[in-house]
């Protein structure tokens, strides 16, 4: 089999570059974020994991034969040339899914837990409540909170199922209705319709 030669164009971890490698001896790997050296590297490679990405890379890359791109959006490689090109472009869909979802629980609970204002006075090593807040509201539930989530995709599926288990009531926004929601979202709504999503949160 001959030599499979792929370009990484951004920083990738040198963990995973080995991981790379190591699918088989016929790999070679090369990695650089130059932009500079980029046009020159791409001419005789066949696969692109691409995080720097132009349409001069594109045209340079006479050997492409696959690019990988390092998540779900695939709509900054779509030019002219490469959708009629039969080269073949793959997203990561779903990789993020995880930590995105993670954080955006994780801000939730932080605003609704105020532990913004929390932090900043430990920090300053006081030990203060706000006078403007009621003693009822200075620290709220996410339980029984409604979220809405436009777009029920890979990331915002995980968090809906994130959601639900905090005890919040779950929205969300989905393109294809045919198909009854998952048992981790209260109500589907089409994405057209995001008025009716914003009058039910």
Same mark, same amino acid.
């Given at each position: 089999?001959?030599?499979?030669?792929?370009?990484?164009?951004?920083?990738?971890?040198?963990?995973?570059?080995?991981?790379?490698?190591?699918?088989?001896?016929?790999?070679?790997?090369?990695?650089?974020?130059?932009?500079?050296?980029?046009?020159?590297?791409?001419?005789?490679?066949?696969?692109?994991?691409?995080?720097?990405?132009?349409?001069?890379? !594109?045209?340079?890359?006479? @050997?492409?034969?696959? %690019?990988? $791109?390092?998540?779900? &959006? *695939?709509?900054?490689?779509? !030019?002219?040339?490469?959708? @009629?090109?039969?080269? %073949?472009? $793959?997203?990561?869909? &779903? *990789?993020?899914?995880?930590?995105?979802?993670?954080?955006?629980?994780?801000?939730?609970?932080?605003?609704?837990?105020?532990?913004?204002?929390?932090?900043?006075?430990?920090?300053?090593?006081?030990?203060?409540?706000?006078?403007?807040?009621?003693?009822?509201?200075?620290?709220?539930?996410?339980?029984?909170?409604?979220?809405?989530?436009?777009?029920?995709?890979?990331?915002?599926?995980?968090?809906?199922?994130?959601?639900?288990?905090?005890?919040?009531?779950?929205?969300?926004?989905?393109?294809?209705?045919?198909?009854?929601?998952?048992?981790?979202?209260?109500?589907?709504?089409?994405?057209?319709?995001?008025?009716?999503?914003?009058?039910?949160?």
């Amino acid at each position: 089999m001959s030599q499979i030669r792929v370009l990484i164009s951004f920083g990738l971890p040198s963990v995973f570059v080995k991981k790379i490698v190591n699918i088989g001896k016929d790999i070679e790997v090369i990695q650089s974020v130059e932009e500079k050296d980029l046009l020159d590297l791409v001419k005789n490679v066949d696969i692109l994991f691409a995080g720097f990405f132009s349409l001069e890379m !594109f045209l340079a890359g006479r @050997k492409l034969e696959w %690019i990988q $791109t390092t998540g779900a &959006g *695939v709509d900054r490689f779509l !030019f002219p040339e490469v959708v @009629k090109s039969r080269v %073949i472009i $793959t997203n990561a869909g &779903g *990789v993020f899914s995880i930590p995105i979802s993670e954080h955006a629980i994780g801000m939730m609970l932080c605003f609704c837990r105020n532990l913004h204002f929390f932090i900043r006075n430990q920090f300053q090593r006081k030990w203060e409540r706000p006078k403007s807040w009621a003693s009822t509201e200075q620290i709220k539930e996410l339980s029984g909170k409604t979220v809405g989530i436009v777009g029920l995709g890979k990331v915002g599926g995980k968090i809906a199922e994130k959601a639900k288990c905090l005890g919040m009531r779950v929205l969300a926004t989905k393109r294809d209705l045919t198909l009854p929601p998952p048992v981790y979202v209260d109500r589907l709504i089409h994405t057209k319709d995001m008025k009716a999503l914003s009058r039910r949160i």
